[in-house]
């Protein structure tokens, strides 16, 4: 069965696609994360080593990275929901 047009969740098969796509942005968001830290880890502000840009790039992504998740969660809470009430 193909997905509805609004991109909503139409069966199992979706909502199993839709976990495995949070634990991927997950562990992106968790590298990003760590890529972070260690650019601030690796500034020398007395040789005026800095990461300013990267950093920034990184948190970006990083936001976009917890953005894509939160409504990953949102279309998987709605779909457990309509499920629930036997909507699906």
């Not at 199992?12 to 890529?35: F, I, P, T, V, Y």
């Amino acid at each position: 069965m193909p997905r509805s047009d609004d991109g909503e969740l139409l069966n199992e098969q979706d909502l199993a696609e839709l976990e495995s796509k949070l634990e991927q942005l997950g562990r992106e968001k968790s590298q990003c994360e760590h890529k972070i830290k260690e650019l601030r880890h690796t500034e020398d502000p007395e040789r005026e080593v800095f990461f300013a840009q990267e950093i920034f790039a990184r948190q970006q992504e990083k936001l976009r990275l917890q953005v894509e998740m939160d409504l990953g969660r949102a279309k998987k809470n709605r779909f457990l929901l309509a499920r629930e009430w036997g909507e699906v």
